[in-house]
């Protein structure tokens, strides 16, 4: 009993509040209209992300009041300005909380104001009754106060019943109504506040754009400290075990039988590991791609393909290690298979960058028709572009010419 009372109080307090604070939103149309057109004039460019800012401190607060009444969390949305006008305008646009905080203006007009209406006519119905059936004898005997559906009292006899009668179904409307209508506005204030299923989609698929640029760039860097370990360490070591027991081999006498076999083994065992692991580091991150960078380690693949190739590089700015590698490797790719399987001529490797992403382009002037299913290569490439969600477009027309065009994430 006691929370239901505390809810019609609450109930209360947000509807009759709700009232004036709709009939004050009606004033935020005209002056979002006076800003918008005052933009043309020069003044709007400055004032109207100022009208955008208060509008969203004024929808804040009643988001948190709805948020009160419903009895949920939510997080707060906050309303600082970047310096400069272009910075601010730049937000106004690409922000979808403006659009939403423009949609609950309307939404708010459309249900704060009936429901703050019921809750007054329930409140004042109760309120009344007292009032009418106490003080009914200090009104005129021609123009007497009335009660429910206009009977006149006219004394005590009629005052105490019909208040008592209002009074009850004051209370029953107010028990009723009130905390529904106030749970009915918070919803709505908070569904035209709150991101739809899309937005909230769109939302997380930033963030999952932005933490996979961050999971990018750790992860080639991971990439750069195994590669230098392996490098500086594993290999160091091996080298050094190879070149002793290789002097051990040239220290033996020539009838150590057994012996000399075993060191034999030994030494051309650890040089075949070596080279293994020369493989491993390349196919993880080119050592070339950390001495010379992506634009160095394209040009001496260019330089070393079997098949004459012209590589056209436009501006490409600071690319996630991870990415690069995947270049590298895409292009690695495309020139080996250019030369064993398309007969080609000349090959030409393009690259540049749009916005965030990278394309490459990979063309040869040979017979075409390349075929996934024969096992050229593309498959793995489409693999690695995949980790990354890239995308590959192949052209192939039987008679050539073939083109690879790959297109990689690479926001950072």
Not at 4 to 9: A, F, I, K, N
Not at 224 to 237: P, S
Not at 274 to 283: A, H, N, P, S, Y
């Amino acid at each position: 009993m006691r929370e239901r009372w505390d809810q019609v109080w609450r109930g209360s307090r947000y509807l009759l509040i709700g009232l004036p604070t709709a009939l004050a939103t009606m004033l935020v149309l005209p002056l979002l209209m006076v800003g918008a057109i005052s933009t043309a004039l020069g003044v709007g460019l400055v004032l109207f992300p100022r009208i955008m800012a208060g509008l969203r401190l004024w929808g804040e607060w009643h988001r948190r009041r709805a948020a009160a009444v419903l009895g949920v969390s939510v997080a707060p949305r906050h309303a600082t300005l970047p310096k400069g006008v272009r910075a601010q305008w730049r937000q106004l646009l690409d922000d979808g909380e403006n659009r939403r905080d423009v949609r609950w203006v309307l939404w708010h007009i459309a249900t704060g104001l009936p429901a703050g209406l019921a809750a007054l006519c329930c409140v004042g119905l109760t309120v009344g009754a007292v009032v009418a059936a106490s003080l009914w004898w200090l009104f005129p005997a021609d123009e007497p106060l009335s009660l429910l559906v206009g009977i006149p009292v006219t004394s005590w006899g009629s005052a105490l019943p019909m208040g008592a009668l209002q009074l009850a179904l004051g209370v029953a409307l107010t028990w009723w109504a009130v905390p529904r209508l106030a749970r009915w506005d918070a919803r709505a204030c908070l569904a035209a506040l709150e991101p739809s299923a899309e937005d909230q989609l769109a939302e997380r698929v930033g963030v999952l754009t932005e933490s996979r640029a961050g999971v990018l760039d750790a992860h080639g860097a991971e990439l750069r400290r195994i590669e230098r370990d392996l490098h500086d360490g594993t290999q160091a070591r091996l080298v050094a075990i190879a070149m002793r027991l290789g002097v051990a081999r040239e220290a033996l006498p020539d009838d150590s039988g057994a012996l000399a076999k075993l060191l034999q083994e030994a030494h051309e065992g650890t040089e075949e590991a070596m080279t293994e692991l020369r493989d491993v580091i390349r196919t993880m991150y080119p050592p070339i791609l950390a001495d010379r960078g992506l634009e160095g380690a394209l040009a001496s693949l260019t330089a070393g393909s079997a098949i004459p190739a012209e590589l056209d590089l436009g501006e490409l700015g600071r690319l996630p290690a991870a990415v690069e590698a995947a270049a590298y490797f895409i292009v690695a790719e495309t020139l080996t298979n250019a030369a064993k399987h398309s007969g080609a001529t000349r090959v030409t490797v393009r690259m540049s960058r749009r916005g965030g992403r990278l394309l490459i382009e990979v063309t040869d002037d040979g017979l075409g028709g390349a075929d996934e299913s024969r096992g050229t290569g593309l498959v793995g490439i489409r693999r690695r572009v995949a980790a990354l969600d890239g995308t590959v477009l192949v052209a192939s027309p039987v008679g050539g010419p073939t083109a690879v065009t790959v297109e990689l994430p690479c926001a950072s």
